[in-house]
């Protein structure tokens, strides 16, 4: 073979070789581009880890077994809330919530938090809408001293007239405080003007005015009158027997006398606002103004709540990738961020879309973020923006469980609002059953911006002149 013959030979085996390497170059794509893989259907735990039975007295226990960790968590439910208040007790189930961890049984604030410090464990309580909640965690060899110390913050608070008169205090201040806050402030003047007089249109912590009545014999009579075995959960977690767990509530708790749960509370009106209305804060000091657009939305039972959660991550509640952010933020520039949600109560809560923005660019953001809502109604998500949709709502729901009282506490809100108990099994399933049409009804039939309220946090001056057309403006004081 000639020099000539056999150069041409190796030129034609390295361009092979070139060719080949190309070609795995750009062949399988890496693993960021690729469509992430479909979530397993399985039991979120073990069904022979979880134990569920009633007391005599109708107290409901669930025990999920986990001894991956020497720890354990354990909490008091109630199912009432701040929703059974009415306008005037504003705040009352908050308060009597926090005095829960201001002394108990035979101690006094500072030798329960002194006991609590003293074992490494952490006592907390608090109250939302629909519910009352009290627990302990700390090390399982624990297990007995946390449990009567979770029983006297239960079952036998103090209420020492001292604590609440502090508590009281430290509430009005809280409030006082929140008004600077602009996001705040167009929360709560959201909700009032969605919900006028209903007890929704004021804040889970109550108002200066109602805390101004609070004292420890309402807080105790309150506690009286919410707390029965019949109408709470009692939930453990964490590195312990069932067995001896159960003999040990009913030790504790067997002797706790049923009672009759309070109502619910009113249910807001179905419709809400029933035509568009404006409000404007005045605060001249602001350089934005803080924006928040709302109306009625649904309650946490309601049949479609999942097909509505997969459109509003479309709308607004996924972040860069929702609509309402490209719009804003990504192509004007108008904002830094914008978020929608709807608020799952017993009752249905509000939906609410909240941003802000440049005095000046008011009603340019404005007109964007009504014209986003008109066309989510007008076009729907298609399947290309629902794909990624319903793996984010898989994705949020599989980090919301990573821990066992994460589990525990996701079992017993189902209790709370009479949910399935293989809600949280079949969560994934039904995500991926949620079609386009599903969504499209979802939207016509919980979006209305064309009567909703909207609440603007900023210098009226500026403010109002830029509102012509969009409807009746009223504006009032912080």
Same mark, same amino acid.
């Given at each position: ?7 041409? !030979? ?6 092979? #070789?070139?060719?080949?390497? !190309?070609? /795995? ?60 208040? %009415? ?36 006592? %907390? ?8 909640? $009290?627990?302990? /965690? ?11 110390? =979770? ?10 007239? @001292? ?13 006082? @405080? $929140? ?55 009692? %939930? ?15 030790? @504790?708790?067997?002797?706790?006398? @049923? ?12 419709? #809400? ?13 602001? &350089? ?5 657009? &709302? ?7 309601? +049949? ?17 990738? *929702? ?67 319903? #793996? ?6 599989? =980090?919301?469980?990573? #821990?066992? /009282? ?22 994934? *399933? ?37 509102? +012509? ?10």
């Amino acid at each position: 073979m000639g020099a000539r013959t056999a150069g041409l !030979c190796l030129g034609i085996v390295l361009a092979a #070789t070139v060719a080949v390497g !190309c070609g /795995s170059l750009v062949g399988p794509k890496p693993a960021w581009e690729l469509p992430a893989p479909l979530p397993e259907d399985r039991a979120v735990v073990d069904p022979a880890a979880i134990t569920r039975l009633d007391l005599d007295n109708g107290l409901r226990v669930l025990i999920h077994e986990d001894h991956r960790l020497p720890r354990v968590a354990m909490s008091l439910t109630v199912r009432r809330g701040a929703a059974v208040e %009415s306008p005037d007790e504003a705040g009352a189930v908050a308060f009597m919530a926090e005095l829960l961890e201001r002394g108990a049984g035979d101690r006094d604030a500072l030798e329960f938090a002194e006991v609590t410090d003293a074992l490494g464990a952490d006592f %907390s309580s608090g109250a939302d809408w629909d519910s009352v909640g $009290a627990g302990i /965690s700390g090390l399982s060899r624990d297990f007995d001293t946390l449990l009567d110390l =979770l029983v006297d913050g239960v079952l036998r608070p103090r209420f020492a007239e @001292r604590d609440a008169e502090r508590a009281r205090d430290e509430r009005l201040a809280a409030l006082e @405080r $929140a008004k600077d806050d602009p996001s705040t402030l167009a929360s709560w003047s959201a909700s009032r003007a969605i919900y006028g007089e209903h007890r929704f249109g004021l804040p889970v912590s109550g108002t200066a005015e109602t805390v101004a009545r609070f004292d420890a014999a309402s807080a105790r009579a309150l506690h009286e009158r919410l707390f029965v075995p019949n109408g709470a959960i009692l %939930s453990v977690s964490g590195d312990v027997d069932p067995d001896a767990v159960v003999a040990a509530l009913r030790e @504790r708790f067997g002797a706790w006398p @049923r009672g009759e749960m309070v109502d619910p509370g009113a249910p807001p009106p179905g419709q #809400t606002p029933t035509e568009r209305r404006i409000v404007v804060v005045d605060r001249p000091d602001l &350089g934005q103004v803080r924006i928040v657009v &709302g109306h009625e939305g649904i309650a946490r039972t309601d +049949e479609d709540r999942i097909a509505v959660s997969i459109f509003n991550l479309v709308l607004g509640g996924a972040g860069f990738s *929702s609509r309402l952010m490209v719009a804003l933020r990504s192509e004007e520039g108008l904002t830094y961020g914008v978020n929608s949600g709807y608020s799952l109560r017993r009752a249905p809560g509000p939906f609410v879309v909240s941003t802000f923005t440049r005095v000046e660019e008011l009603r340019k953001a404005l007109d964007i973020l009504l014209g986003q809502l008109e066309e989510a109604r007008a076009n729907p998500p298609g399947e290309d923006e629902l794909a990624w949709a319903r #793996t984010l709502a898989a994705g949020r729901f599989a =980090l919301s469980l990573e #821990t066992s /009282s994460a589990v525990t506490r996701s079992l017993a809100d189902l209790d709370v609002y009479g949910l399935p108990e293989d809600s949280l099994d079949t969560y994934r *399933s039904r995500v991926r059953a949620i079609t386009a049409d599903d969504v499209a009804a979802a939207a016509r039939a919980h979006l209305h911006p064309d009567r909703a309220a909207i609440v603007l946090v900023g210098p009226a001056e500026a403010i109002t002149p830029q509102l +012509e057309g969009l409807g009746p403006v009223e504006v009032v004081e912080p």
